[in-house]
């Protein structure tokens, strides 16, 4: 409603028209506004719009198709993080490049959700290393030196931790929009519910299969392989951004014939000439899972995205 020159109405008519327009929609004008979220992955986009429902508007930084490791942020991510009420990341040191982002963003009043916090971590080659773990016990040096060191960040792979990571992001949207909290308590029952059954219902389909071991791109899989059953035999990469070397290359060669590595899981992220030269020298399959969603189509969401990975996962393992 304008009231320009051409408005005939006299001023105080004017101002009962304004007057009515507020009774009419006192509530309305404001219900409508969204609460701007920026989070760092997509992955976290998917969880808060599941709990946040049509009162959020959330912006992810990086795309499915972008690697977590090695993001650069764009000037528009500084202006997204500037309006933004609530923002939503990993931590764990996955996402170096958020920090500089919120700090030139100066919002000392905005709310930062980390959601790995609580989240039992798994250290980068723990699990295939025993003996290892057990010098940690006697070495205390060691073991003072694990403590510090932060744990593999790709958390969100397993169910579990979405689940905890879900949690946090409704206290947080609770937090800065407490009107709305019956309702995301609502979204959030329903949506841990959902992922309770995704997990059992996987887990089923994972236990038939006699052979389960994989050699994967980099370690983005280890909380996945644990919660579902599948066993990582190696990694191509141990960091992103680098290459593997020639020695590296002959001990996973050797290593997956030892232990009878039939599939290579490649991720779409990142360079597929390295697992296509290893599936030539030892005759596995490779397949093409991705740790974030909207990278391969058919998984937009984060349960699309982990019935798919497992799907295919099982498929190739079968040798179908
Ligand atoms: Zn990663």
């Given at each position: ?39 760092t992955l997509?992955v976290l ?22 690697s977590e490791h090695?993001y ?17 990341k990993i931590g764990l040191g996955l996402e170096i490049w958020v ?15 980390t959601t790995s916090d609580?989240v039992?971590l798994i250290r980068d ?24 060191t932060m744990g593999n960040p790709h958390i969100w792979l397993d169910?579990?931790n979405?689940?905890?990571m ?52 980099h370690p983005a899989w280890p909380y996945y ?14 960091q992103v ?50 740790p974030l ?28």
């Amino acid at each position: 409603m304008r009231f320009g020159r051409r408005d005939k109405k006299s001023p105080s008519q004017a101002v009962l028209l304004l007057l009515g327009s507020l009774l009419l929609f006192p509530i309305g004008l404001h219900a409508e506004e969204k609460i701007p979220v920026v989070v760092t992955l997509p992955v976290l986009k998917d969880f808060t719009e599941q709990v946040g429902g049509p009162y959020v508007e959330v912006k992810s930084l990086i795309t499915g198709l972008e690697s977590e490791h090695t993001y650069t942020p764009k000037p528009s991510d500084i202006l997204a993080v500037k309006r933004a009420d609530l923002l939503v990341k990993i931590g764990l040191g996955l996402e170096i490049w958020v920090n500089s982002l919120i700090k030139n963003a100066d919002r000392p009043d905005l709310k930062i959700v980390t959601t790995s916090d609580g989240v039992g971590l798994i250290r980068d080659h723990a699990e295939r290393n025993d003996h290892d773990r057990r010098d940690e016990t006697i070495d205390r040096q060691h073991a003072f030196k694990e403590q510090h060191t932060m744990g593999n960040p790709h958390i969100w792979l397993d169910p579990e931790n979405a689940k905890i990571m879900v949690r946090h992001i409704t206290e947080g949207l609770i937090d800065v929009d407490p009107a709305h909290k019956a309702e995301y308590m609502r979204n959030q029952s329903r949506y841990i519910m959902e992922l309770e059954s995704l997990e059992s219902e996987l887990k089923k389909q994972v236990s038939q299969l006699a052979n389960r071991n994989i050699v994967t791109h980099h370690p983005a899989w280890p909380y996945y392989a644990r919660r579902f059953g599948f066993v990582i035999k190696g990694d191509i990469l141990t960091q992103v951004g680098t290459e593997p070397s020639a020695k590296h290359m002959g001990d996973l060669i050797k290593l997956m014939e030892r232990e009878k590595v039939k599939v290579i899981v490649s991720e779409p992220q990142l360079n597929p000439k390295i697992p296509q030269t290893l599936a030539e020298e030892t005759g596995a399959a490779v397949v093409v899972l991705s740790p974030l969603p909207g990278a391969v189509p058919g998984t937009e969401t984060y349960i699309d995205l982990i019935r798919t990975n497992t799907e295919t996962l099982i498929r190739a393992l079968e040798g179908r």
